[in-house]
């Protein structure tokens, strides 16, 4: 069965911190999807990034970037110079690669920036 | 272009009536995904449509939850009976096929089941 960890329910930081959101994964497909969506207090999910399992290299996106590590079966998301518009709730999820493709998720980390 | 809308934003309802919630895709996707968030469950998936395949209802929590797509497009979740462990915000997604690529998310109906 597919599982999803996000250790961390809250994070608080000050405005212009790094923070990083864990995520950790558990699938016995060989061939697999990650992403990771942004819940913001209005409540709509926001699309920020997806991953096949064969694409290893890091990405970067302006302040945020992710580290997708197999051998640990992570796949981490650092927001470098946090503002207070990053203040949301970020959900890590996971894709099998047949079937409906459904997103498994994690319970979400609730980051709150401070000023 | 237009996201993916929800209809009615918030439904209040008495225990053991029927619901109805509308989910309108974004124009030419395939995929239509239905989920629910809840305190207690997180998100989980309940129901997928695929063109004119067969849906896949394995997340469906009991009989009394159904859906239905109508012309490839609109899709429609029922309630029946409802009980107050049905509260919570569904959430409907579609995606521009059906293979891993990224769902996106309407702004979901809260319901409150009294």
């Known amino acids: 069965a597919q599982k999803v960890t996000q250790a961390q329910t809250e994070i608080s930081v000050v405005e212009k911190e790094d923070v990083t959101l864990d995520c950790v994964y558990e699938?016995?497909?060989?061939?697999?999807?990650l992403f990771w969506y942004k819940q913001p207090p209005s409540g709509e999910l926001v699309f920020l990034i997806r991953?096949?399992?064969?694409?290893?290299q890091n990405e970067i996106s302006g302040r945020y970037s992710w580290n997708f590590q197999k051998s640990t079966s992570s796949f981490n998301f650092t927001i470098t110079a946090s503002q207070v518009v990053d203040s949301a709730v970020y959900f890590c999820a996971l894709s099998e690669n047949q079937g409906a493709q459904k997103l498994v998720f994690g319970q979400g980390t609730r980051l709150t920036i401070n000023p | 272009g237009a996201g993916v809308s929800q209809s009615p934003s918030n439904k209040v309802t008495e225990k053991g009536k029927d619901v109805e919630l509308r989910c309108d895709p974004i124009?030419?996707?395939?995929?239509l995904y239905w989920y629910r968030q809840s305190l207690g469950q997180g998100l989980e998936f309940l129901i997928y449509?695929?063109?004119?395949?067969?849906?896949?209802k394995s997340g469906l929590p009991s009989d009394r939850f159904s859906a239905e797509r109508t012309g490839g497009s609109v899709s429609t979740l029922t309630i029946q009976r409802t009980q107050q462990e049905d509260s919570a915000v569904y959430l409907c997604?579609?995606?521009?096929?059906?293979?891993?690529?990224?769902?996106?998310f309407g702004p979901g109906t809260r319901l409150t089941v009294t």
């Open positions: 449509f695929q063109g004119n395949s067969a849906p896949d």
């Open positions: 991953r096949n399992s064969f694409d290893e």
């Open positions: 997604a579609s995606s521009s096929a059906g293979g891993p690529y990224e769902q996106y």
């Open positions: 699938t016995r497909d060989t061939t697999y999807y």
């Open positions: 124009s030419g996707h395939t995929a």
